[in-house]
């Protein structure tokens, strides 16, 4: 059975705080999936020293779980021409915040200040536009959290595409009223040309 060798529990166990592991993941490159699709269990990722929005959130939820904190996925899903976004909330004196893997300058960590779910998701909604600056984040799901699955899901072998699944399936909330959508303002150029700042070229 694989596992985490002792020097990795060892770092895992120095990231006890949010900020430290974010930082962790900021260390990473960005996987951009060049041969195929992937979705690696922390432990691969760990040792692969890449990873994209979905690993870098499994990572973060695992690392912050062995620290006292719940292991929860939020799924920000947008238009079908957009990308959706995976972040890893996490819960300090009553307050959100999120960790979150991404190759651009926005999208980004967001600190313990939120009152609730929907006001941490709401933080992103301005940042997440397509290039011709339509808006298009437009669900976001219920709180995964990971204690549900196979007690090993964190040193699985292969890649962990139920979890994936699952979060497609769980509920998920309307961000936007219908009647609204066709009023709402473009971003504007400045902001398109910032969301266009990358910290890794593909």
């Known amino acids: 059975m694989l596992t985490f060798t002792k ?15 974010q930082d962790f993941l900021n260390s990473f490159k960005f996987n951009f999936e060049e041969k195929k699709e992937t979705l690696k269990s922390p432990l691969f990722t760990m040792r692969a020293k890449n ?3 979905l690993e870098g959130a499994l990572l973060g939820a695992y690392i912050l779980s062995l620290h006292g904190f719940k292991p929860y996925l939020l ?3 947008a238009l079908e021409r957009d990308y959706d976004h995976i972040v890893a909330p996490f819960k300090i ?10 190759n651009h300058a926005v999208l980004r960590y967001r ?3 939120y009152k609730n779910i929907r006001e941490l ?5 301005h940042e997440y536009f397509l290039d011709d600056g339509t808006k298009t984040l437009r669900q976001y799901s219920s709180l995964l959290n990971l204690n549900s699955f196979e007690k090993d899901w964190m040193t ?3 890649d962990l595409w139920g979890i994936d699944e699952e979060l497609d399936n769980i509920k998920h909330y309307n961000i936007v009223p219908k009647k609204y959508i066709r009023k709402l303002r473009k971003a504007d150029k400045v902001e398109i040309l910032a969301g266009k700042i990358v910290e890794y070229e593909k």
């Open 75 to 77: 799924h920000l899903k």
């Open 156 to 158: 699985m072998e292969g």
């Open 7 to 21: 020097k990795e529990i060892a770092l895992m166990k120095k990231l006890n705080t949010p900020a430290k592991v």
């Open 93 to 102: 004196n009553g307050f959100w915040g999120a960790l979150s893997k991404t």
């Open 51 to 53: 990873t994209h929005c």
């Open 111 to 113: 600190e313990p200040v």
């Open 121 to 125: 998701v709401m933080s992103y909604f």
